[in-house]
């Protein structure tokens, strides 16, 4: 089975531009996370979906939104980049609940 | 903030040596999760133990669960310098749905 797949590795955007980051699922999870990892913060909880429902949310700003495709395959976007939206971005899928989490090796975002 | 805390933040030991890494939180759980986290990659999970159980073994490592002291350890045995990598507890607090992680333990095992 193939793991989960995020795309880009790596961006390079500038304060004020928006993007989209997408990540691929295992085959089969239904289940989507996004966790945002700085080295001041660690590992914050961004969004989770389950069968293209937002169930839970961390404490971002509006700006931070993302939505899950009938394939399951999701994506978040980041709206007026701040230079502090600058980390790894990572997405983890999981069968359901109580599962563990098998996560993707993320993207890095530069924010000049 | 953060529900977990890890302890020791850093910790290097030599090849052969076992480490020991403390991971405490704040509210109740239904379980609680380790990962490793080579450096620039994914998280790898480790070990799942539930609020039920109170240790746990998956090879070289042993987890322990304390839900009266809200802590749990991990012990991994006879390290090897493949095992350097940061470690993350994350817990899976009740009437939350989300797996919420700790500050990580930063393991450097010289050969």
């Known amino acids: 089975k193939a793991g989960v797949t995020q795309t880009p590795r790596y961006l390079i955007k500038t304060r004020g531009q928006q993007v989209t980051l997408s990540c691929s699922p295992i085959s089969g999870h239904r289940s989507v996370s996004w966790y945002q990892q700085t080295p001041g913060q660690g590992l914050q909880f961004l969004f989770e979906?389950?069968?293209?429902?937002?169930?839970n949310k961390g404490n971002f700003p509006g700006r931070f939104s993302g939505r899950q495709f009938s394939n399951s395959r999701s994506e978040m976007n980041v709206s007026t980049l701040e230079l502090g939206d600058s980390a790894l971005y990572l997405c983890a899928s999981s069968p359901g609940l109580d599962s563990p989490l098998h996560f993707g090796n993320g993207t890095r975002l530069t924010v000049t | 903030s953060q529900q977990g805390e890890e302890d020791p933040q850093a910790l290097s030991i030599q090849e052969g040596e076992n480490a020991t890494m403390n991971c405490s939180y704040k509210?109740?759980?239904?379980?609680l999760q380790w990962y490793r986290q080579n450096s620039g990659r994914g998280l790898v999970h480790l070990i799942l133990?539930?609020?039920?159980?109170r240790e746990k073994h998956s090879g070289r490592l042993r987890v322990t669960l304390d839900t009266s002291k809200k802590s749990s350890s991990l012990l991994i045995t006879a390290s090897r310098a493949a095992d350097t990598a940061s470690y993350f507890c994350a817990t899976d607090p009740f009437n939350t749905d989300k797996l919420i992680f700790g500050t990580g333990t930063r393991l450097q095992v010289f050969p």
């Open positions: 979906y389950f069968s293209e429902t937002q169930r």
């Open positions: 509210t109740s759980i239904n379980n």
């Open positions: 133990i539930r609020s039920n159980e």
